[in-house]
């Protein structure tokens, strides 16, 4: 087979820019956090399909009218023609408020669908932000116990490197664009973290088999096998987060509001799950398998 | 040329397709939606310990039990109730209604309670007088009912407690004097004992308007809780947004399935056909597992249907790769689709397995939507295990022994292509 593009002995370029990245969101983080949603902080949050042009002038007014008047900050345009308002309100409302609310909106808004109240007492929010966490970190343990176990230690190491990669390079996204953060954003980052190991898996597979058929004598065979195996499973690296893709840009594009932001977490991770699994992941391993080699020709020339 | 094998190739894509066309609309009006799905509310309460006393099991159970009383008071089609982590209550009930009333009938206690004698509290509001509390709501049996008086013309509850000889000794003491109803601490009605009551029942007027005298009524035939009830979380969506979700999503779903349809022809040929067919299955399975359990499809559930079609797809490519792989190094087209299948099912299976971990880690830790999101995820792998591997190398294999498509070329392999 003849190699194309040398992506393991290439591989200072693409650690360089991986690391940037998870530099640049790192430093998002600091500056602005999360733009948290009502699952994981205390309040409540209104989403209104107004079916007209949404002016957050107008919301205002309606809601200062109404007697729950928030910074105009708190109303945020939605949908894909900018037909639905979302509310945050930083206390938990009453049931009186909300009758209010259901009751008002289509006298200012004719065509408004009923409103979507969601509430969430603190101690809730709480609750779910810790488990969200814990549910994260467990899931990639026993990734990395089931891997280790079929593959090899450095395999999984490899592996769950890549992963943090995407999970992290998603809620880094989500920091600098400001997309709330919901309990169906933590089920995306979940995805993600499934669907990276996944797509590494299948070419760790491919070194694992080609080091079985023509085990490497030295530390320059490895690089060339690694690479290889890479090139070899390239078409269907390709092929595979073309078709995902596909059907996560269509759920972006068309299908509902309340699964816009997950599918937007979706697609940033699936393209760094590809990424990740070819251009860190597998060279990432070489550098690791790599030692022994390196060690072994020290001892035969020293 | 052996037309039996095309021939039984045909008859798993007709079967497949014949089945999948005529019920499937079936298959889905049986499938339960979530509430983001077809609309109404969710509500999360905490049962409270009093006087930080630990909870009793008996306790909470029956809690659970006073609960599912007035929920079925409310009169909604198929409400759920279920205990959560040990200590919450979640209620969902589906469809359109008022959200306030029900969680009052829900959450709220009526706690009514007769006393010998009253004060003036702090804010010039009278408060019983403690050690003269005579009888409580508790007592009470479950057949209070609202009316008007005969001669006042005024909502009242008619009530009956259950000793009837407790009833029947504080009447025979207060008998002309005066004793005070306090509904959820303020005093609702003062009267004064005219006879002694032997039947155990009583009448409690200054109960508002008629609605709120029903509405008490049913409060107190709910039962008293054993615990208080908090609420922590409510949801709410109305059915025509749930509708238009529901709309929007299968709309999505189908784009994406015309697409990812072309795409797999395009590149694979014939061999991509089998891949579509394999897809349709795969749909058609999981409908049939959800409407079978039945499994509630919730939005995020059906996101992750739609990807679960994406691993469906993947496990398919790599067959196909793995096979045109073994086609170059000089295989037969017949030896290679056996090779390849059994190599790529290797893969298919580690990289699989670490994503349904992933689901299961979801399924364990996860609450509501991110549960929903878990089976789907783990309905659909197992599914796409079967269709894609299972069926698709099947009808691959019938088709390759049938020798009627020799030509590598028909499943987007070239003999001998990249040279070695």
């Known amino acids: 087979m003849n190699v194309k593009f040398d992506i393991v002995r290439r591989r200072a370029w693409f650690f360089t820019l991986s690391s940037l990245i998870t530099v640049a969101g790192l430093i998002v983080f600091l500056v602005s956090g999360f733009n948290l949603g009502t699952d994981f902080k205390a309040g409540s949050q209104v989403q209104i399909q107004l079916n007209e042009k949404v002016h957050t002038a107008k919301v205002d007014e309606w809601l200062s009218d109404a007697g729950l008047p928030v910074a105009s900050s708190n109303v945020t345009v939605a949908g894909l023609n900018g037909e639905t308002a979302i509310i945050r309100f930083p206390e938990v409302l009453t049931n009186q408020q909300i009758n209010t609310l259901t009751n008002d909106v289509t006298k200012v808004f004719p065509n408004a669908l009923q409103p979507q109240v969601n509430t969430v007492d603190p101690f809730v929010a709480n609750q779910t932000s810790r488990k969200a966490v814990w549910a994260v970190l467990l899931a990639s343990l026993f990734i990395v116990i089931y891997v280790a176990i079929r593959f090899e230690y450095r395999f999984a190491l490899a592996g769950i490197v890549a992963l943090l990669h995407d999970a992290f390079i998603v809620m880094s996204v989500f920091a600098l664009f400001r997309v709330e953060v919901n309990l169906t954003f933590v089920a995306a980052v979940l995805t993600i973290v499934g669907y990276s190991i996944n797509d590494t898996i299948v070419i760790f597979d491919r070194i694992r088999e080609n080091m079985?058929?023509?085990?490497?004598?030295?530390?320059?065979?490895?690089?060339?096998?690694?690479?290889?195996?890479?090139?070899?499973?390239?078409?269907?690296?390709?092929?595979?987060?073309?078709t995902v893709l596909i059907a996560a840009l269509m759920l972006f594009f068309f299908g509902g509001q309340s699964i816009h932001d997950f599918t937007l977490a979706l697609i940033v991770g699936l393209i760094s799950g590809a990424y990740s699994s070819i251009f860190i992941a597998a060279p990432l391993w070489v550098v690791w398998r790599g030692r022994s080699y390196i060690r072994k020709t020290q001892v035969e020339s020293a | 040329m052996k037309w039996s094998r095309f021939g039984s190739f045909l008859l798993i894509a007709v079967i497949i397709i014949g089945l999948a066309a005529g019920t499937t609309m079936k298959l889905w009006r049986q499938i339960p939606l979530g509430l983001d799905l077809k609309g109404g509310i969710s509500l999360l309460y905490k049962i409270e310990p009093v006087n930080n006393e630990p909870l009793t099991q008996a306790g909470i159970e029956a809690a659970l039990q006073a609960v599912e009383t007035r929920v079925n008071s409310l009169g909604v089609s198929s409400p759920q109730i279920n205990l959560e982590n040990g200590n919450e209550i979640s209620v969902q009930l589906a469809g359109a209604f008022n959200q306030a009333q029900a969680e009052q009938i829900i959450g709220e206690t009526a706690v009514l309670q007769i006393y010998g004698n009253i004060k003036m509290g702090k804010d010039n509001k009278p408060v019983p007088v403690p050690g003269t509390l005579l009888i409580t709501g508790r007592d009470m049996e479950s057949n209070a009912t609202a009316g008007l008086d005969s001669t006042t013309g005024q909502p009242v509850v008619d009530?009956?407690?259950?000793?009837?000889?407790?009833?029947?000794?504080?009447?025979?003491?207060?008998l002309?004097?005066?004793?005070?109803?306090?509904?959820?601490?303020?005093?609702?009605?003062?009267?004064?004992?005219?006879?002694?009551?032997?039947?155990?029942?009583?009448?409690?007027?200054?109960?508002?308007?008629?609605?709120?005298?029903?509405?008490?009524?049913?409060?107190?035939?709910?039962?008293?809780?054993?615990?208080?009830?908090?609420?922590?979380?409510?949801?709410?969506?109305?059915?025509?947004?749930?509708?238009?979700?529901?709309?929007?999503?299968?709309?999505?779903?189908?784009?994406?399935?015309?697409?990812?349809?072309?795409?797999?022809?395009?590149?694979?040929?014939?061999?991509?056909?089998?891949?579509?067919?394999?897809?349709?299955?795969?749909?058609?399975?999981?409908?049939?597992?959800?409407?079978?359990?039945?499994?509630?499809?919730?939005?995020?559930?059906?996101?992750?249907?739609?990807?679960?079609?994406?691993?469906?797809?993947?496990?398919?490519?790599?067959?196909?790769?793995?096979?045109?792989?073994?086609?170059?190094?000089?295989?037969?087209?017949?030896?290679?689709?056996?090779?390849?299948?059994?190599?790529?099912?290797?893969?298919?299976?580690?990289?699989?397995?670490?994503?349904?971990?992933?689901?299961?880690?979801?399924f364990w830790f996860g609450q509501g939507d991110v549960r929903g999101f878990a089976i789907a995820l783990m309905v659909s792998i197992i599914v796409s295990l079967l269709t894609a591997v299972f069926l698709s190398r099947t009808m691959l294999l019938q088709l390759t022994k049938s020798n009627l498509f020799r030509n590598p070329a028909w499943y987007g392999a070239r003999k001998g292509g990249a040279g070695k």
């Open chain 1, 212 to 242: 079985k058929l023509t085990p490497p004598k030295s530390y320059e065979e490895l690089q060339d096998l690694v690479n290889q195996s890479l090139w070899q499973t390239m078409t269907r690296s390709i092929n595979t987060v073309a």
């Open chain 2, 159 to 174: 009530v009956t407690f259950k000793n009837k000889a407790l009833w029947a000794k504080i009447t025979k003491e207060y």
């Open chain 2, 176 to 362: 002309g004097k005066t004793v005070y109803t306090f509904l959820n601490g303020n005093l609702i009605q003062s009267a004064t004992v005219q006879s002694v009551i032997e039947n155990g029942q009583t009448q409690i007027s200054g109960v508002g308007s008629m609605q709120q005298a029903q509405q008490l009524a049913k409060e107190l035939n709910a039962g008293s809780l054993p615990y208080p009830l908090k609420q922590i979380a409510s949801t709410n969506v109305g059915p025509q947004l749930g509708a238009a979700s529901l709309r929007a999503t299968l709309y999505a779903g189908l784009v994406a399935i015309v697409l990812i349809f072309l795409f797999m022809i395009a590149i694979y040929r014939l061999a991509g056909l089998i891949a579509d067919i394999a897809i349709i299955a795969y749909a058609y399975l999981t409908l049939l597992v959800f409407a079978g359990f039945p499994i509630t499809l919730t939005l995020p559930g059906l996101a992750a249907l739609i990807l679960g079609m994406g691993i469906a797809v993947d496990a398919n490519i790599i067959t196909y790769e793995r096979i045109k792989d073994e086609v170059r190094n000089g295989r037969s087209l017949q030896s290679a689709t056996i090779a390849g299948s059994k190599r790529a099912l290797r893969t298919i299976l580690d990289s699989n397995a670490t994503t349904f971990i992933a689901g299961l880690v979801m």
